[in-house]
């Protein structure tokens, strides 16, 4: 079977579908993945590894003034949809012509199709062509339920939450609409309706979140399915620990970790929050990892307590840390719960703020910090909160443990391949 693959976004957005196409490649098909990434990073490497063909579309070309400018931009508005209103209209809108053009050659090409769920240029294109269409889901925080409480309004029980919903659905129309109605009219087809019901219209929604922060809703109509974290294997990011990180960990207790993750990069201020990192292990009294950009950072004194990487794969590093640090990512919450580790999450905007709710939620994790008023001794006091707490450790581990077996890959493999042969994919 010829499948594609489009996706959009940070490494966030292009790692799950990195381990899809090579859990589907190893299971015979020939796969085909498209990348748009807003921070042009290079990800062919992932496809020799793996065996399946890769191509990059939609390169963007703002220089690092206007990306810092953009970021602080974002980071300060406290309102979750100008967040994405300003990440949409500067990273997303410019390359729509460029990923569409990809879109319809994949759709050309391919039996079935795979999007993020944001990709409705692919969608598009799959409608067009009339080909089988599948949507990939990296959290479940827009999927509506009456269960499901939105963050950041009262949470005053189920018969509420259907007008929190109704609201959103509407202020997401009237912003989002527009545009993607654009794009369909130019393609010569019909106004797509609701934004935030597209997602539903793909005959498949793979939503690659552990059941571990993810429960299927008893009103979730049943494309979509919860299918686990999509993990890359160890093998596709070759990677040796360096010996002085190896002393490191072996010179004292396991240390916590802190990572922003592609953060760092749009970061306004990298140096400010580098040494609000530094200052923060020093006040907690903790060894740490601190990943950071350092080359193009001040020379800092060393400190024996902190050891300082620019980047490592997480599933090589996190099974050596008590905790971890970081922005509340898709990626990275798993990442970190899959080894047993509670977390401090430093969000910094749109769904960050769902996952450390959900970690919250599952006791392991303090209250939620923010970028935009963090300083070191917030971040310290987390800290310590985290490494007192005995409890929060074991129930990390024991998520981590269910987490180890699950295997979302290869349960979203064999839900597609079962889904080839069925009444909707056909």
């Not at 990273?91 to 990809?102: K, Q, T």
């Not at 509407?170 to 010569?188: A, M, Q, S, Y």
């Not at 299927?216 to 049943?222: E, M, Y």
């Not at 990011?237 to 072996?250: A, G």
């Amino acid at each position: 079977m010829k499948i594609g693959l489009q996706t959009w976004g940070s490494e966030g957005d292009i790692r799950p579908f990195l381990a899809l196409a090579g859990g589907l490649s190893a299971s015979g098909h020939k796969v085909s993945l498209v990348v748009t990434s807003v921070d042009s990073k290079d990800y062919s490497s992932y496809g020799r590894e793996m065996d399946f063909t890769i191509t990059h579309v939609g390169a963007l070309s703002y220089d690092e003034k206007t990306i810092r400018f953009l970021a602080e931009k974002t980071i300060k508005s406290r309102n979750p949809l100008k967040q994405l209103k300003t990440i949409i209209e500067y990273f997303f809108n410019p390359v729509i012509s460029e990923m569409y053009e990809a879109s319809e050659q994949l759709c050309a090409s391919d039996d079935l199709v795979i999007g993020h769920f944001m990709h409705h240029p692919l969608q598009a294109a799959a409608e067009k062509s009339g080909k089988p269409y599948v949507t990939l889901t990296l959290n479940h925080a827009g999927i509506f339920s009456k269960h499901s409480i939105l963050v950041g309004v009262p949470n005053i029980g189920t018969w509420a939450n259907p007008f929190w919903w109704k609201l959103l659905r509407f202020i997401i129309e009237r912003e989002f609409g527009p545009e993607v109605n654009k794009l369909r009219k130019k393609v010569h087809l019909p106004p797509a309706g609701n934004i935030l019901d597209m997602i539903g219209r793909s005959q498949l929604n793979l939503v690659a979140v552990s059941a571990a922060l993810c429960q299927h809703q008893p009103d979730w109509p049943d494309h979509h399915k919860v299918c686990g974290f999509f993990n890359l294997p160890k093998e596709a990011e070759n990677w040796t620990m360096p010996e002085d990180l190896r002393e490191f960990l072996n010179a004292g207790p396991p240390p916590v970790y802190i990572t922003l993750g592609s953060m760092l990069s749009l970061d306004p201020s990298p140096d400010i929050i580098t040494e609000t990192l530094i200052q923060s292990v020093l006040i907690a009294g903790c060894r740490a990892i601190i990943q950071s950009r350092w080359d193009e950072l001040p020379d800092w004194p060393n400190h024996s307590t902190i050891f300082k990487i620019q980047k490592v794969p997480h599933q090589h590093i996190f099974p050596h840390c008590c905790a971890v640090v970081h922005h509340g990512g898709a990626g990275t919450t798993h990442s970190a719960t899959l080894h047993g580790c509670p977390s401090v999450v430093i969000e910094h905007f749109l769904d960050q703020p769902f996952f450390a709710y959900e970690l919250r939620r599952l006791r392991i994790a303090p209250k939620v910090l923010h970028r935009r008023n963090i300083t070191a001794k917030k971040l310290a006091r987390a800290i310590r909160d985290v490494l007192d707490a005995p409890d929060m450790k074991r129930r990390a581990e024991e998520l981590g443990a269910f987490m180890q077996k699950e295997n979302g890959v290869h349960k979203a493999v064999k839900m597609i391949e079962d889904s080839l042969v069925s009444p909707g994919l056909t």
